[in-house]
Antibody
Framework: EVQLLESGGGLVQPGGSLRLSCAAS????????MSWVRQAPGKGLEWVSG????????YYADSVKGRFTISRDNSKNTLNLQMNSLRAEDTALYYC???????????WGQGTLVTVSS | QSVLTQPPSASGTPGQRVTISCSGS????????VNWYQQLPGTAPKLLIY???QRPSGVPDRFSGSKSGTSASLAIRGLQSEDEADYYC???????????FGGGTKLTVL
């Protein structure tokens, strides 16, 4: 059974940093691209970033380019998102999703909440 | 404003057929396949349709998808109360080099 478990969310001040992680199990992690998708309170879905199975290719939404960095550790089956220079508009539930980079998001975690506020 | 355009709401009575549209452009729907996601209240999204018209294992055949040019549609026949959810279309955008979503359609079963 595929499981994706996000962690690392919390309350952070504007301009601050946060690192999200996603622990994956139930599939051959290194063989699949992974993505982060966020959902602001009461709003729709927004793709944030994606990474290839080997980690050599990364993609970012314009809204986070230069501030967020996606990475993965295939030895630990873990996906990460380093978020710097956080803004109020980054407040959202952040989902880890299996797929992306051409493949549909066929499995999703339950999300971790990031709140940017002073 | 979302890159893909969906109606904000749709509704139907049990047993009816409902369609939800998704409009894009040549850089996304026009050149790539469309996926649809269902988000039940308070839960994570779930893949409903992929590659325009394919259903993942476990998705009832009441759900179907289609694509023509730069638009796509999700159809639900035999509407049931448990279909009440938000529905999102998504496609890869070659110009943005990333995934784009529709703004979502809230389906109400009357």
């Amino acid at each position: 059974e595929v499981q994706l478990l996000e962690s690392g969310g919390g309350l952070v001040q504007p301009g601050g940093s946060l690192r999200l992680s996603c622990a994956a199990s139930g599939f051959t992690f290194r063989s699949y691209g992974m993505s982060w998708v966020r959902q602001a309170p009461g709003k729709g879905l927004e793709w944030v970033s994606g990474i290839s199975g080997g980690g050599g290719s990364t993609y970012y939404a314009d809204s986070v380019k230069g501030r967020f960095t996606i990475s993965r550790d295939n030895s630990k089956n873990t996906l990460n998102l380093q978020m710097n220079s956080l803004r109020a508009e980054d407040t959202a539930l952040y989902y880890c999703a299996k797929g992306g980079l051409w493949d549909p998001f066929d499995y999703w975690g339950q999300g971790t909440l990031v709140t940017v506020s002073s | 404003q979302s890159v893909l355009t969906q109606p904000p709401s749709a509704s139907g009575t049990p047993g009816q057929r409902v369609t939800i549209s998704c409009s894009g452009s040549s850089s996304n729907i026009g050149s790539n396949t469309v996926n649809w996601y269902q988000q039940l209240p308070g839960t994570a999204p779930k893949l409903l349709i992929y590659s325009n018209n394919q259903r993942p294992s476990g998705v009832p055949d009441r759900f179907s998808g289609s694509k023509s040019g730069t638009s796509a549609s999700l159809a639900i026949r035999g509407l049931q109360s448990e279909d009440e959810a938000d529905y999102y279309c998504a496609a890869w955008d070659d110009s943005l080099n990333g995934w784009v979503f529709g703004g979502g359609t809230k389906l109400t079963v009357l």
